[in-house]
């Protein structure tokens, strides 16, 4: 099942988002990311969840018209809004998990989204010009050529680390946490693959309009 997160932070009102919420099979809310649906989307979201402080009267209203299932939980808790729409995506049996409006805004809440991705390798972070996933085995990159991969360790070494079809080729080769090393390679096929033998690989892949 594909599903299809709605988050507080900053939404582009861009086309291919649009196109990403409309063919979900679930579309969750986190909480003030019902606003951002609210506001850009024409598709209500089928649950919203989170503990409701950033919730708007007129988003209230559209969601009571909608029929929205709401699950709330108390404000004082240890997981944020969107820790708990990927918690709830998991329960409901979903094998592809997609996050908008997950960046922008408060530098702290961006960083914790980024890292949340930690949690599933089915998870990915969708902007206008961007998708951020992590990977711990192989994963694929289907673009444009000329498009623009960067490969961020998210721990502290990443090991034996082998690319296809980037232009800057890495051969069972280590990237450190505390280097740039792996930013700014170039798609030079329209897929392009990554393996990673030990730690866990942040794949950011920047879209050409």
């Not at 989204?113 to 902007?127: C, F, K, Q, S």
């Not at 080769?173 to 693959?193: D, K, W």
Request: proline share 3%; no cysteine.
């Amino acid at each position: 099942m594909k599903t299809v997160i709605i988050a507080n932070g900053e939404f582009e009102n861009d086309p291919r988002l649009r196109a990403l919420w409309a063919s979900a099979d679930l579309r969750l809310a986190a909480n003030g990311g019902a606003r951002n649906a609210h506001v850009h989307l024409s598709v209500p979201p089928h649950i919203i969840i989170g503990d409701f402080d950033s919730l708007d009267a007129d988003t209230a209203q559209w969601l009571d018209t909608a029929r929205v299932e709401k699950i709330q939980h108390p404000r004082a808790k240890d997981q944020t809004d969107l820790e708990l729409a990927l918690d709830l995506a998991r329960e409901r049996k979903s094998d592809q998990i997609t996050i908008l409006a997950a960046l922008g805004g408060r530098i702290d809440q961006m960083l914790a989204n980024i890292y949340l991705l930690l949690r599933d390798e089915r998870v990915r972070i969708a902007t206008a010009t961007s998708d951020l996933w992590i990977t711990r085995g192989e994963t694929e990159i289907v673009g444009k050529i000329g498009e623009v991969v960067s490969l961020i360790p998210m721990t502290e070494s990443v090991e034996g680390v082998e690319t296809e079809g980037l232009e800057y080729p890495l051969r069972a080769e280590t990237l450190m946490q505390n280097s740039s090393r792996g930013i700014s390679n170039v798609l030079t096929a329209p897929r392009a693959r990554v393996r990673v033998q030990g730690g866990t690989l942040l794949i950011v892949h920047l879209l050409h309009e």
